[in-house]
Protein backbone atom coordinates (compact mmCIF):
# COMPACT_ATOMS: atom_id res chain seq x y z
CA UNK A 1 0.00 0.00 0.00
CA UNK A 2 1.45 3.41 -1.14
CA UNK A 3 2.33 6.05 1.48
CA UNK A 4 -0.43 8.44 -0.18
CA UNK A 5 -3.28 5.77 0.37
CA UNK A 6 -2.09 5.27 4.35
CA UNK A 7 -2.42 9.03 4.79
CA UNK A 8 -5.83 9.09 3.50
CA UNK A 9 -7.00 6.23 5.64
CA UNK A 10 -5.93 7.47 8.66
CA UNK A 11 -7.02 10.87 8.13
CA UNK A 12 -10.46 9.65 8.31
CA UNK A 13 -10.21 8.15 11.81
CA UNK A 14 -9.28 11.50 13.49
CA UNK A 15 -13.05 13.17 12.40
CA UNK A 16 -14.56 9.48 13.19
CA UNK A 17 -12.24 7.80 15.86
CA UNK A 18 -15.42 7.24 18.64
CA UNK A 19 -17.95 6.06 15.93
CA UNK A 20 -20.13 3.16 17.17
CA UNK A 21 -17.59 2.80 20.57
CA UNK A 22 -18.14 4.45 23.50
CA UNK A 23 -16.41 2.96 27.12
CA UNK A 24 -18.14 3.04 30.39
CA UNK A 25 -15.43 2.82 32.86
CA UNK A 26 -17.76 2.87 35.72
CA UNK A 27 -19.27 -0.59 34.15
CA UNK A 28 -18.78 -4.69 35.96
CA UNK A 29 -19.03 -7.05 33.73
CA UNK A 30 -19.23 -10.74 35.28
CA UNK A 31 -17.12 -13.50 33.39
CA UNK A 32 -17.95 -17.24 33.49
CA UNK A 33 -17.61 -20.06 31.08
CA UNK A 34 -19.90 -21.77 29.18
CA UNK A 35 -22.73 -23.46 30.96
CA UNK A 36 -22.14 -22.11 34.35
CA UNK A 37 -24.27 -20.34 36.72
CA UNK A 38 -23.52 -16.17 36.94
CA UNK A 39 -23.84 -16.10 41.32
CA UNK A 40 -20.39 -19.15 40.53
CA UNK A 41 -18.58 -16.69 39.09
CA UNK A 42 -15.55 -15.37 41.07
CA UNK A 43 -16.37 -11.67 41.04
CA UNK A 44 -19.96 -12.01 41.44
CA UNK A 45 -21.25 -9.64 44.65
CA UNK A 46 -24.72 -9.96 45.24
CA UNK A 47 -25.78 -6.38 44.42
CA UNK A 48 -26.28 -7.41 41.18
CA UNK A 49 -29.43 -9.18 41.82
CA UNK A 50 -30.87 -5.79 42.55
CA UNK A 51 -29.26 -4.73 38.83
CA UNK A 52 -30.40 -7.54 37.41
CA UNK A 53 -34.79 -7.66 39.22
CA UNK A 54 -35.93 -6.02 36.07
CA UNK A 55 -34.00 -8.39 33.28
CA UNK A 56 -36.02 -10.88 31.63
CA UNK A 57 -33.84 -13.71 30.84
CA UNK A 58 -35.65 -15.80 28.34
CA UNK A 59 -32.51 -18.18 27.78
CA UNK A 60 -31.85 -19.49 24.22
CA UNK A 61 -33.65 -17.99 20.99
CA UNK A 62 -37.00 -20.11 20.52
CA UNK A 63 -36.28 -19.24 16.44
CA UNK A 64 -33.66 -21.47 15.21
CA UNK A 65 -30.64 -19.88 14.11
CA UNK A 66 -31.71 -16.89 16.28
CA UNK A 67 -29.87 -14.34 17.34
CA UNK A 68 -29.58 -15.49 20.95
CA UNK A 69 -30.70 -12.35 23.96
CA UNK A 70 -27.99 -11.63 27.20
CA UNK A 71 -25.85 -15.13 25.36
CA UNK A 72 -28.48 -17.58 25.44
CA UNK A 73 -28.56 -16.83 29.41
CA UNK A 74 -31.69 -18.66 31.22
CA UNK A 75 -34.07 -17.48 34.40
CA UNK A 76 -31.84 -19.67 36.33
CA UNK A 77 -28.90 -17.35 35.82
CA UNK A 78 -27.16 -20.31 33.70
CA UNK A 79 -25.03 -19.29 30.35
CA UNK A 80 -25.91 -21.38 27.03
CA UNK A 81 -23.30 -22.66 24.22
CA UNK A 82 -22.96 -18.87 23.93
CA UNK A 83 -19.87 -17.06 24.05
CA UNK A 84 -19.03 -13.26 23.66
CA UNK A 85 -19.93 -10.34 25.42
CA UNK A 86 -22.98 -8.70 26.37
CA UNK A 87 -24.74 -6.04 27.94
CA UNK A 88 -27.20 -7.11 31.42
CA UNK A 89 -28.05 -3.87 32.06
CA UNK A 90 -26.30 -1.24 29.87
CA UNK A 91 -24.06 1.22 31.17
CA UNK A 92 -24.35 -0.80 34.61
CA UNK A 93 -23.94 -4.77 34.36
CA UNK A 94 -21.87 -6.84 31.54
CA UNK A 95 -21.05 -10.47 31.21
CA UNK A 96 -18.79 -11.97 29.46
CA UNK A 97 -18.76 -15.67 28.73
CA UNK A 98 -15.95 -17.91 27.86
CA UNK A 99 -15.59 -21.10 26.51
CA UNK A 100 -15.79 -24.39 28.59
CA UNK A 101 -12.28 -25.56 26.76
CA UNK A 102 -10.20 -22.64 27.69
CA UNK A 103 -7.28 -23.65 25.15
CA UNK A 104 -9.38 -23.98 22.14
CA UNK A 105 -8.58 -22.72 19.24
CA UNK A 106 -11.18 -20.62 17.19
CA UNK A 107 -9.22 -19.08 14.54
CA UNK A 108 -8.30 -22.58 13.07
CA UNK A 109 -11.95 -24.13 13.55
CA UNK A 110 -13.42 -20.52 11.60
CA UNK A 111 -10.86 -21.28 8.51
CA UNK A 112 -12.05 -25.02 8.77
CA UNK A 113 -15.72 -23.49 8.50
CA UNK A 114 -14.66 -21.15 5.73
CA UNK A 115 -12.82 -23.73 3.20
CA UNK A 116 -16.29 -25.27 3.43
CA UNK A 117 -17.32 -23.13 -0.17
CA UNK A 118 -21.07 -23.49 -0.83
CA UNK A 119 -23.41 -21.30 -0.36
CA UNK A 120 -25.88 -23.34 1.55
CA UNK A 121 -22.97 -23.92 4.22
CA UNK A 122 -22.18 -20.17 4.01
CA UNK A 123 -25.45 -18.73 4.56
CA UNK A 124 -25.19 -21.38 7.79
CA UNK A 125 -22.11 -19.97 9.08
CA UNK A 126 -22.79 -16.52 8.37
CA UNK A 127 -25.68 -17.17 11.01
CA UNK A 128 -23.09 -18.97 13.75
CA UNK A 129 -21.86 -15.20 15.12
CA UNK A 130 -23.21 -11.09 15.47
CA UNK A 131 -21.53 -8.32 16.33
CA UNK A 132 -22.79 -4.42 17.88
CA UNK A 133 -21.04 -2.04 16.98
CA UNK A 134 -23.51 0.57 18.15
CA UNK A 135 -23.45 -0.31 21.69
CA UNK A 136 -20.97 1.02 24.67
CA UNK A 137 -17.97 -1.47 24.48
CA UNK A 138 -16.97 -3.83 27.28
CA UNK A 139 -13.86 -5.10 28.98
CA UNK A 140 -13.66 -8.33 27.85
CA UNK A 141 -11.55 -11.83 28.78
CA UNK A 142 -8.30 -11.57 26.72
CA UNK A 143 -9.21 -15.19 25.20
CA UNK A 144 -12.11 -13.40 23.67
CA UNK A 145 -9.46 -11.47 21.58
CA UNK A 146 -9.95 -13.83 18.33
CA UNK A 147 -12.76 -12.13 17.29
CA UNK A 148 -10.97 -10.15 14.59
CA UNK A 149 -9.24 -12.28 13.17
CA UNK A 150 -12.28 -14.70 12.55
CA UNK A 151 -14.05 -11.59 10.99
CA UNK A 152 -10.98 -10.99 9.15
CA UNK A 153 -10.71 -14.41 7.61
CA UNK A 154 -14.47 -14.57 7.25
CA UNK A 155 -14.79 -11.08 4.66
CA UNK A 156 -11.55 -12.39 2.89
CA UNK A 157 -14.03 -15.51 2.11
CA UNK A 158 -17.48 -13.93 1.20
CA UNK A 159 -15.36 -11.14 -0.79
CA UNK A 160 -13.66 -14.46 -2.87
CA UNK A 161 -17.35 -15.87 -3.57
CA UNK A 162 -18.75 -12.17 -4.72
CA UNK A 163 -15.43 -11.92 -6.80
CA UNK A 164 -15.78 -15.13 -8.58
CA UNK A 165 -19.31 -14.11 -9.44
CA UNK A 166 -18.26 -10.84 -10.93
CA UNK A 167 -18.10 -7.14 -9.34
CA UNK A 168 -21.67 -5.54 -9.82
CA UNK A 169 -21.42 -2.80 -12.39
CA UNK A 170 -23.98 0.44 -12.45
CA UNK A 171 -24.00 3.21 -13.97
CA UNK A 172 -22.48 6.52 -11.45
CA UNK A 173 -22.29 10.13 -12.42
CA UNK A 174 -18.81 11.85 -12.76
CA UNK A 175 -17.78 15.10 -12.38
CA UNK A 176 -14.67 15.96 -14.94
CA UNK A 177 -12.25 18.61 -15.61
CA UNK A 178 -11.97 16.93 -19.87
CA UNK A 179 -9.21 18.39 -22.03
CA UNK A 180 -10.58 19.18 -25.55
CA UNK A 181 -13.70 16.92 -25.64
CA UNK A 182 -17.09 17.73 -24.00
CA UNK A 183 -19.06 14.44 -22.33
CA UNK A 184 -22.36 14.35 -21.34
CA UNK A 185 -23.38 18.02 -20.13
CA UNK A 186 -20.78 20.82 -20.03
CA UNK A 187 -21.48 22.22 -16.16
CA UNK A 188 -21.77 26.10 -17.05
CA UNK A 189 -20.43 27.76 -13.27
CA UNK A 190 -17.68 25.70 -12.67
CA UNK A 191 -16.80 25.97 -16.46
CA UNK A 192 -16.59 29.63 -15.95
CA UNK A 193 -14.48 29.30 -13.25
CA UNK A 194 -12.06 27.01 -13.61
CA UNK A 195 -11.56 27.21 -17.48
CA UNK A 196 -12.66 30.50 -19.01
CA UNK A 197 -11.98 33.12 -16.46
CA UNK A 198 -8.67 31.32 -16.17
CA UNK A 199 -7.91 30.56 -19.93
CA UNK A 200 -7.93 27.40 -20.26
CA UNK A 201 -9.09 27.28 -23.48
CA UNK A 202 -8.35 23.39 -23.66
CA UNK A 203 -10.35 22.57 -21.26
CA UNK A 204 -14.39 21.72 -20.81
CA UNK A 205 -15.64 20.69 -17.35
CA UNK A 206 -18.54 17.92 -17.81
CA UNK A 207 -20.57 15.85 -15.99
CA UNK A 208 -21.44 12.46 -17.76
CA UNK A 209 -22.69 8.84 -16.44
CA UNK A 210 -20.32 6.39 -16.66
CA UNK A 211 -21.09 2.51 -16.49
CA UNK A 212 -18.58 1.22 -14.40
CA UNK A 213 -17.36 -1.02 -11.78
CA UNK A 214 -16.07 1.36 -10.02
CA UNK A 215 -18.69 1.80 -7.94
CA UNK A 216 -19.26 3.34 -3.88
CA UNK A 217 -20.15 -0.37 -3.15
CA UNK A 218 -16.91 -1.64 -4.55
CA UNK A 219 -14.89 1.25 -2.83
CA UNK A 220 -16.16 -0.08 0.32
CA UNK A 221 -15.04 -4.02 -0.67
CA UNK A 222 -11.74 -2.40 -1.66
CA UNK A 223 -11.17 -0.46 1.70
CA UNK A 224 -12.18 -3.42 3.66
CA UNK A 225 -9.95 -5.57 1.74
CA UNK A 226 -7.04 -3.58 2.33
CA UNK A 227 -7.82 -3.63 5.86
CA UNK A 228 -7.70 -7.63 5.85
CA UNK A 229 -4.72 -7.28 4.23
CA UNK A 230 -2.69 -5.10 6.37
CA UNK A 231 -4.07 -6.99 9.46
CA UNK A 232 -2.97 -10.62 8.10
CA UNK A 233 0.48 -9.24 7.64
CA UNK A 234 1.30 -7.92 11.12
CA UNK A 235 0.03 -11.41 12.68
CA UNK A 236 2.72 -13.45 12.24
CA UNK A 237 0.90 -16.45 13.84
CA UNK A 238 -2.49 -15.74 11.97
CA UNK A 239 -0.38 -16.20 8.83
CA UNK A 240 1.01 -19.32 10.41
CA UNK A 241 -2.25 -21.12 10.70
CA UNK A 242 -3.58 -19.99 7.36
CA UNK A 243 -0.46 -20.83 5.04
CA UNK A 244 -1.60 -24.16 4.05
CA UNK A 245 -5.31 -23.00 3.22
CA UNK A 246 -6.68 -21.35 0.27
CA UNK A 247 -6.95 -17.62 2.16
CA UNK A 248 -3.75 -16.67 0.54
CA UNK A 249 -4.42 -17.89 -2.75
CA UNK A 250 -7.79 -16.10 -2.45
CA UNK A 251 -6.26 -12.75 -1.45
CA UNK A 252 -3.84 -12.39 -3.88
CA UNK A 253 -6.72 -13.23 -6.55
CA UNK A 254 -8.82 -10.25 -4.88
CA UNK A 255 -5.27 -7.81 -4.73
CA UNK A 256 -5.76 -8.19 -8.54
CA UNK A 257 -9.65 -8.28 -9.06
CA UNK A 258 -9.81 -4.79 -6.97
CA UNK A 259 -6.48 -3.56 -8.44
CA UNK A 260 -8.45 -0.86 -10.54
CA UNK A 261 -10.87 0.20 -7.79
CA UNK A 262 -10.56 3.12 -5.85
CA UNK A 263 -10.48 2.80 -2.41
CA UNK A 264 -11.81 6.79 -1.77
CA UNK A 265 -14.39 6.48 0.23
CA UNK A 266 -15.95 8.64 3.19
CA UNK A 267 -17.01 7.19 6.48
CA UNK A 268 -20.34 9.10 6.04
CA UNK A 269 -20.95 6.97 2.71
CA UNK A 270 -19.93 3.62 4.42
CA UNK A 271 -22.77 4.22 7.22
CA UNK A 272 -25.33 4.75 5.17
CA UNK A 273 -24.23 2.65 2.46
CA UNK A 274 -26.48 -0.15 0.90
CA UNK A 275 -27.31 -2.32 -2.23
CA UNK A 276 -30.17 -3.86 -3.94
CA UNK A 277 -32.06 -7.05 -2.48
CA UNK A 278 -31.68 -9.06 -5.23
CA UNK A 279 -28.10 -8.88 -5.14
CA UNK A 280 -28.14 -11.23 -2.24
CA UNK A 281 -23.92 -11.68 -2.33
CA UNK A 282 -23.21 -8.10 -1.71
CA UNK A 283 -25.55 -7.39 0.98
CA UNK A 284 -23.16 -10.18 2.77
CA UNK A 285 -20.10 -8.57 2.04
CA UNK A 286 -21.03 -5.08 2.84
CA UNK A 287 -22.37 -6.47 6.10
CA UNK A 288 -19.00 -8.06 7.06
CA UNK A 289 -17.23 -5.04 5.20
CA UNK A 290 -18.94 -2.61 7.86
CA UNK A 291 -17.69 -4.29 11.01
CA UNK A 292 -14.64 -4.91 9.76
CA UNK A 293 -13.88 -1.22 9.63
CA UNK A 294 -16.06 -0.56 12.28
CA UNK A 295 -13.74 -2.40 14.04
CA UNK A 296 -10.72 -0.79 13.38
CA UNK A 297 -12.58 2.76 14.18
CA UNK A 298 -12.00 3.12 10.05
CA UNK A 299 -8.14 3.72 11.01
CA UNK A 300 -5.66 1.39 8.96
CA UNK A 301 -2.83 2.20 11.55
CA UNK A 302 -5.13 0.03 14.25
CA UNK A 303 -5.20 -2.78 11.83
CA UNK A 304 -2.30 -4.21 13.17
CA UNK A 305 -3.69 -4.25 17.11
CA UNK A 306 -6.41 -5.72 18.83
CA UNK A 307 -8.87 -3.61 20.51
CA UNK A 308 -8.38 -3.76 24.79
CA UNK A 309 -12.03 -3.72 24.91
CA UNK A 310 -15.05 -5.32 22.63
CA UNK A 311 -18.29 -4.39 21.54
CA UNK A 312 -20.96 -6.72 22.52
CA UNK A 313 -20.71 -9.80 20.79
CA UNK A 314 -21.86 -13.68 20.09
CA UNK A 315 -20.60 -16.80 18.84
CA UNK A 316 -22.94 -20.03 18.67
CA UNK A 317 -20.11 -22.34 19.81
CA UNK A 318 -22.21 -25.49 18.61
CA UNK A 319 -23.29 -24.29 14.82
CA UNK A 320 -19.57 -23.74 14.70
CA UNK A 321 -18.57 -27.29 16.14
CA UNK A 322 -20.68 -28.78 13.61
CA UNK A 323 -18.93 -26.63 10.88
CA UNK A 324 -16.09 -28.00 12.39
CA UNK A 325 -17.08 -31.46 12.07
CA UNK A 326 -18.31 -31.03 8.55
CA UNK A 327 -15.14 -29.84 7.58
CA UNK A 328 -13.22 -33.16 8.93
CA UNK A 329 -15.78 -34.81 7.27
CA UNK A 330 -14.77 -33.45 3.71
CA UNK A 331 -11.19 -33.74 4.34
CA UNK A 332 -11.99 -37.88 5.29
CA UNK A 333 -13.04 -37.81 1.29
CA UNK A 334 -16.89 -38.38 2.51
CA UNK A 335 -18.21 -36.26 -0.66
CA UNK A 336 -21.75 -37.81 -0.64
CA UNK A 337 -22.87 -36.35 2.25
CA UNK A 338 -25.57 -34.12 3.26
CA UNK A 339 -25.18 -31.25 5.56
CA UNK A 340 -28.45 -30.03 7.55
CA UNK A 341 -31.06 -31.91 6.06
CA UNK A 342 -34.62 -31.06 6.36
CA UNK A 343 -37.16 -33.84 7.58
CA UNK A 344 -40.63 -33.73 6.78
CA UNK A 345 -41.91 -32.25 10.01
CA UNK A 346 -40.63 -28.34 11.23
CA UNK A 347 -37.19 -27.99 12.96
CA UNK A 348 -36.19 -31.87 12.15
CA UNK A 349 -32.80 -31.45 11.05
CA UNK A 350 -30.40 -33.45 10.66
CA UNK A 351 -26.51 -32.65 10.62
CA UNK A 352 -24.82 -34.91 8.61
CA UNK A 353 -27.10 -38.03 6.02
CA UNK A 354 -24.80 -40.36 4.31
CA UNK A 355 -27.15 -42.07 2.03
CA UNK A 356 -25.13 -44.43 0.29
CA UNK A 357 -23.68 -45.50 3.53
CA UNK A 358 -27.23 -45.37 5.11
CA UNK A 359 -25.74 -43.21 8.19
CA UNK A 360 -26.92 -40.63 10.32
CA UNK A 361 -24.58 -38.06 11.96
CA UNK A 362 -25.21 -35.99 14.73
CA UNK A 363 -22.36 -33.57 16.40
CA UNK A 364 -23.25 -32.72 19.44
CA UNK A 365 -20.56 -29.69 21.47
CA UNK A 366 -21.12 -31.68 24.76
CA UNK A 367 -17.78 -32.53 27.01
CA UNK A 368 -19.98 -35.20 29.29
CA UNK A 369 -19.78 -37.59 26.29
CA UNK A 370 -16.32 -38.41 27.29
CA UNK A 371 -18.04 -40.17 29.77
CA UNK A 372 -18.45 -43.90 29.39
CA UNK A 373 -22.01 -44.20 30.44
CA UNK A 374 -23.12 -40.87 29.55
CA UNK A 375 -25.97 -40.38 27.36
CA UNK A 376 -29.00 -37.34 26.71
CA UNK A 377 -32.06 -38.68 26.11
CA UNK A 378 -33.18 -36.02 24.05
CA UNK A 379 -30.25 -36.34 22.06
CA UNK A 380 -31.01 -40.06 21.40
CA UNK A 381 -34.54 -39.14 20.60
CA UNK A 382 -33.85 -36.76 18.23
CA UNK A 383 -31.40 -39.17 16.52
CA UNK A 384 -34.22 -42.19 16.91
CA UNK A 385 -36.78 -39.80 14.89
CA UNK A 386 -34.33 -38.78 12.52
CA UNK A 387 -33.83 -42.73 11.52
CA UNK A 388 -37.39 -42.99 11.00
CA UNK A 389 -37.54 -40.22 8.91
CA UNK A 390 -38.30 -41.40 5.33
CA UNK A 391 -37.20 -38.02 3.78
CA UNK A 392 -34.09 -38.03 5.10
CA UNK A 393 -33.03 -41.71 3.80
CA UNK A 394 -35.97 -42.63 1.42
CA UNK A 395 -34.74 -45.61 -0.01
CA UNK A 396 -34.33 -47.44 3.71
CA UNK A 397 -36.29 -51.28 3.64
CA UNK A 398 -38.89 -50.78 6.64
CA UNK A 399 -37.51 -53.82 9.04
CA UNK A 400 -33.86 -52.17 8.60
CA UNK A 401 -32.53 -50.00 11.51
CA UNK A 402 -29.83 -47.21 9.78
CA UNK A 403 -26.51 -46.73 12.03
CA UNK A 404 -26.70 -43.49 13.65
CA UNK A 405 -23.49 -41.74 15.66
CA UNK A 406 -22.69 -39.13 17.64
CA UNK A 407 -20.32 -37.19 16.84
CA UNK A 408 -18.93 -35.32 20.20
CA UNK A 409 -15.69 -32.86 20.93
CA UNK A 410 -12.95 -35.50 22.96
CA UNK A 411 -9.27 -35.40 23.18
CA UNK A 412 -8.57 -38.26 20.41
CA UNK A 413 -9.53 -37.80 16.82
CA UNK A 414 -11.16 -41.33 15.82
CA UNK A 415 -12.85 -40.22 12.83
CA UNK A 416 -11.24 -42.06 9.70
CA UNK A 417 -12.57 -43.41 6.31
CA UNK A 418 -10.79 -46.22 5.75
CA UNK A 419 -11.14 -48.80 2.83
CA UNK A 420 -14.50 -46.85 1.59
CA UNK A 421 -16.18 -48.25 4.23
CA UNK A 422 -17.10 -45.53 6.52
CA UNK A 423 -17.58 -45.77 10.62
CA UNK A 424 -17.52 -49.67 9.67
CA UNK A 425 -16.06 -50.99 12.66
CA UNK A 426 -15.23 -47.54 14.54
CA UNK A 427 -17.01 -46.02 17.10
CA UNK A 428 -18.24 -46.91 20.86
CA UNK A 429 -21.52 -48.33 20.75
CA UNK A 430 -23.88 -46.44 23.56
CA UNK A 431 -25.22 -49.51 25.93
CA UNK A 432 -28.95 -50.17 25.57
CA UNK A 433 -29.62 -48.57 22.18
CA UNK A 434 -29.63 -50.33 19.06
CA UNK A 435 -27.53 -49.29 16.26
CA UNK A 436 -26.03 -46.19 17.84
CA UNK A 437 -22.85 -45.25 18.72
CA UNK A 438 -20.44 -41.95 19.24
CA UNK A 439 -16.63 -41.17 17.98
CA UNK A 440 -14.51 -38.60 19.36
CA UNK A 441 -13.52 -35.48 17.15
CA UNK A 442 -10.53 -33.63 18.50
CA UNK A 443 -11.14 -29.83 18.62
CA UNK A 444 -7.53 -27.48 17.63
Known amino acids: MNRVRTNRINEMSEKNENIGTVSIASAKAISICEHKFLYDAENWD ?29 ANLRASFYIGASWLKKHELAVVVTPKMPKIDFVKMFVAALEVD ?13 IHFDEPTIEADARLSQLTPMLVLHYVEVLHRLATRGLRRSYITREENLKAKVKGRIMLGR ?13 VFCQYQEFTDDTPENRLLKRALLFAEQFIDGKSGLRHKIENTNIPKHLRQLKSKFEHISDDIEPYQIQHLSTNKLFRDYREAIRVAKMLLRRFDYSIAKATSEPQKTPPFWIDMARLYEMWVYRKLLKN ?80 DELRHENEQLFENQGRKISHYRNLYKISVKLP
Open 118 to 130: TRNESDYFAKCYG
Open 333 to 412: SINEIEFQEDGFYGRQVADFVIPSESLILDAKYKLDYQKDNWVDIDDIRELSGNARDEKLLPNLEETYSPRCIILYPGDS
Open 46 to 74: EEYRNILRDTKFEGNPTNYMGEPKYLGID
Open 191 to 203: HLRQNVFQQRVDR
